[in-house]
């Protein structure tokens, strides 16, 4: 599982992929059209600005924009500027040392199912999840409600194609 910085960071980083890349987008915008809270989300993008994922622009006309094209951001580098993946190595029942000497009941699953969760995240970028939504109609992914105003946008950019 990830955490819900992740979450928030791979929904935010989703919705600036599918956003024009010529303008910034305030957090605060970004939070209302994604249905996040607004002081968590700014603190969850910051992480991604110091690992260069993502550019700010402070004032006025300040905002957010991608700083890579969506094809060149794994979401396993979104994860790991929010939070890192040690807890691949965490036992999944708890025990202090879970080691492949020292195994716990659940050792061999976790390490296998964690080894392929990271995995996936490196070979998944931000490019998939637009063409995911974009193949899928009813997706209403970043956002959480399919008739909001960014699904609608998506939708006119798809019949201009």
Request: charged residues 20%.
């Amino acid at each position: 599982m990830l955490s819900r910085s992740s979450e928030y960071a791979i929904r935010a980083l989703t919705y600036l992929a599918q956003r024009p890349q010529v303008q910034l987008h305030l957090a605060r915008e970004m939070a209302e059209q994604l249905h996040l809270p607004a002081p968590f989300l700014g603190k969850v993008l910051q992480p991604l600005v110091t690992k260069g994922l993502i550019r700010s622009q402070r004032g006025r006309s300040g905002g957010f924009s991608l700083a890579k094209p969506p094809a060149q951001i794994r979401l396993l580098d979104i994860v790991e500027a929010e939070e890192g993946l040690a807890s691949e190595n965490k036992c999944l029942l708890g025990q202090l040392d879970c080691s492949d000497a020292n195994a716990c009941p659940m050792h061999e699953y976790w390490q296998r199912a964690a080894n392929e969760f990271r995995d996936r995240l490196t070979r998944t970028t931000l490019a998939d999840l637009l063409h995911f939504a974009a193949t899928h109609p009813n997706c209403a992914y970043p956002l959480q409600n399919p008739g909001s105003s960014l699904s609608a946008h998506i939708s006119d950019t798809r019949s201009a194609m």
